[in-house]
């Protein structure tokens, strides 16, 4: 046996490799304030859309009784989500954890080598289970209201035109939102707008691209919805598409400007809480 794999046999952290899974478990159990925030603020996402969709759409509420208009209710749906989306990211517990609040970021910044494995599969886990939760929070109170046929738990479905377009309206909405992230969030001067840009899209999508596939571009949230509704059909479209879709923003962004054009994976990075991907407080890591 060579010496080298004697050392390595005797006293594997003489070589690094130990300290590496230390630092990995070290990271793991310090993280665990981040992914728990990953976690409640999909949770508030999904108890405001719970929320917001039985006030628009539930046939006793006083909104809906007033509101005649599909359309109507469908922009006031935007605005609403938008702006809850917007709250969100620039919250105390958004600006630390980054607010991805949705497993296709994650993996989408995974993919750009900005967060660590460990960290990306403890946020997809926290974002599932967040959003399974506050769903769950709203059936609590108001499980009759929530199982209404035209609440349907906020599940996200495709339209009347269809899965196929269905499948192509949720990959040109996903691929646009994480274009905008990347570019909001790599330019210094409006880097900090990025949140208001996600959040526009947001309430411009729910406002009119919602009646062609319930506009989702996030599994977890989508989850959240079918576990409670029973509602499986054409899951296979949210937790494929929007993933896909973001990949492929981030891959065009890489051909055409490189990797040393994407900073940090937080939608909003510059304050002064931590940040567990690249070790600062506030600045930006381009």
């Known amino acids: ?3 080298t794999e004697t050392i390595l046999a ?22 665990w304030q981040e992914y728990g925030m990953e976690g ?11 929320l917001f969709g039985v006030l628009y759409e539930f046939p006793g509420s006083p909104v809906r009784q ?12 935007g605005l609403s989500m938008g ?9 105390p517990w958004g600006k630390q954890s980054g607010a991805h609040i ?27 289970a967040g959003a399974v939760a506050g769903v769950a929070l709203v059936a609590v109170f108001m499980r009759e209201m929530l199982m209404d046929p035209h609440v349907r738990f906020v599940a996200t479905l495709p339209g009347s035109a269809g899965v196929i377009f269905a499948v192509a309206a949720e990959f040109v909405i996903a691929f646009l ?21 996600a959040g526009c899209l947001v309430a411009t999508y729910i406002s009119f691209e ?34 896909l879709a973001m990949l492929a923003a981030a891959e065009v962004r890489l051909r055409l400007l490189g990797g040393r054009s994407i900073g940090c994976c937080k939608l909003h990075h510059d304050n002064p809480k931590r940040c567990i991907f690249c070790g600062a407080n506030g600045g930006h890591d381009l």
């Open 10 to 31: 005797i006293a594997p952290e003489a070589t690094g490799a130990a300290p590496a899974r230390s630092r990995r478990n070290v990271s793991i159990k310090s993280h």
């Open 1 to 3: 046996m060579k010496l």
């Open 66 to 77: 007033a509101i005649d208009s599909d359309a109507l209710r469908r922009v006031m749906m």
């Open 210 to 243: 919602a009646p062609l596939s319930g506009m989702s571009m996030n599994p977890a949230r989508t989850f959240g919805s079918a576990f409670w509704a029973g509602i499986f059909e054409n899951l296979w479209i949210y937790f494929v598409v929007p993933p």
């Open 177 to 197: 939102l994480m274009s905008a992230v990347l570019y909001f969030s790599n330019v210094p001067r409006i880097s900090r707008f990025t949140g208001i840009a």
């Open 83 to 91: 702006l809850t989306a917007i709250a969100i990211i620039y919250s």
């Open 102 to 128: 949705n497993p296709a970021i994650t993996v989408t910044y995974y993919r750009l080598g900005k967060i660590p494995l460990a960290d990306a599969l403890f946020y997809i886990s926290a974002q599932f």
């Open 40 to 50: 409640a603020l999909l949770g508030c996402f999904m108890v405001s859309a719970c």
